[in-house]
């Protein structure tokens, strides 16, 4: 089987996950220094220029491998990835979306890709369709989710490493040296780690968000449905409160077009803060370095 960290050419196994829109260079550049692969989230690009920017700018930052994610349903990808494989990038991540649409390109323009998903079904077809690695996102990810009901990730990576004959990387609940060596323990090559990663110092997230991540406390994150889908958020006693508010009308509130401006803004009315339920072992704000060095310890 591949090997994933000669995939990735890094030192550890160790993928940023995207966040919606939000893109830092000193995040991705951070990411990659200490050891781990730093990632671009293009899933929602429209903007070509914008994504030669953001390139040069992480270049400027790091001279070790980054990758992209990309969502399969975004219409720019067959610009997009042509743009990505003659900047080098060498693995992209892809979500949302069937990976037959868009690996035979991937592959014809000398890419890697690992397909995210939620559920054995899904890593068999992907493995079928040419998918390079399965990152395996358990029901704890932070994130958008289906609405079916879905395993946890100590139950769903074992399953899919016994199902797939391609890399599996955990995603979901992993922000510590014991999250790490328990993902791969169950059968993963590597990690994806969402947010850990949003509440570190090089984060571009607003304060308010990593503070909330800081306190929340065991039970503190559920799934809400955000238009036709579920995302994992952060409950402050305030939205329990709107919650349970008989004039809230839960399926009208939150709206995936609002997501990029909320969290750009803490604007957590609009759309809660997003984060998996991972963030009641999170008690600090402190360097990515700091964070990858004490996860491979
Ligand atoms: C607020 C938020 C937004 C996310 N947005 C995306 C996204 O746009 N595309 C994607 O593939 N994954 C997305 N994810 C999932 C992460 O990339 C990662 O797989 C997940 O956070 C891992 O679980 P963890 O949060 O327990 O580390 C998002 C996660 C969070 C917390």
Not at 53 to 58: A, C, G, Y
Not at 119 to 132: F, L, R, T
Not at 156 to 183: E, F, H, Q
Request: contains cysteine; aromatic residues 4%; hydrophobic residues 45%.
């Amino acid at each position: 089987m591949t090997n994933l960290n000669e995939m990735l050419q890094t030192k550890y196994p160790i993928i940023q996950g995207p966040i919606g829109a939000m893109n830092s260079p000193e995040l991705i550049a951070a990411i990659s220094n200490a050891g781990g692969f730093g990632m671009l989230a293009l899933g929602f690009s429209s903007n070509i220029e914008e994504i030669k920017r953001l390139i040069l700018e992480v270049k400027k930052l790091t001279d070790k491998p980054f990758g992209a994610n990309i969502m399969i349903i975004n219409p720019l990808n067959e610009q997009i990835l042509p743009l990505l494989a003659e900047s080098g990038i060498k693995t992209v991540t892809t979500s949302v979306g069937f990976p037959g649409k868009i690996y035979p390109l991937l592959h014809d323009l000398g890419m890697k890709g690992l397909h995210v998903l939620l559920s054995v079904k899904h890593a068999v077809s992907a493995e079928k369709a040419g998918a390079d690695g399965i990152i395996a996102a358990g029901a704890e990810a932070g994130g958008l989710r289906s609405t079916g009901s879905e395993s946890s990730t100590m139950v769903l990576v074992p399953m899919i490493a016994d199902s797939v004959n391609i890399p599996v990387i955990a995603a979901g609940g992993i922000a510590d040296s014991r999250g790490y060596r328990a993902a791969l323990a169950l059968g993963a090559q590597g990690v994806q780690i969402g947010t850990r990663f949003l509440a570190c110092t090089e984060s571009p997230a607003q304060q308010r968000w990593k503070d909330q991540i800081v306190n929340c406390e065991d039970g503190g994150t559920d799934l809400l449905p955000v238009d036709y889908l579920m995302m994992r958020a952060i409950i402050t006693p305030e939205l329990r409160e709107r919650l349970n508010s008989p004039d809230f009308d839960i399926k009208k509130e939150f709206k995936l077009a609002n997501a990029s401006k909320a969290w750009e803004s803490a604007d957590f009315d609009l759309v809660p803060a997003g984060a998996g339920q991972v963030s009641a072992l999170i008690h600090d704000i402190k360097p990515v370095k700091d964070i990858i060095d004490e996860m491979v310890r």
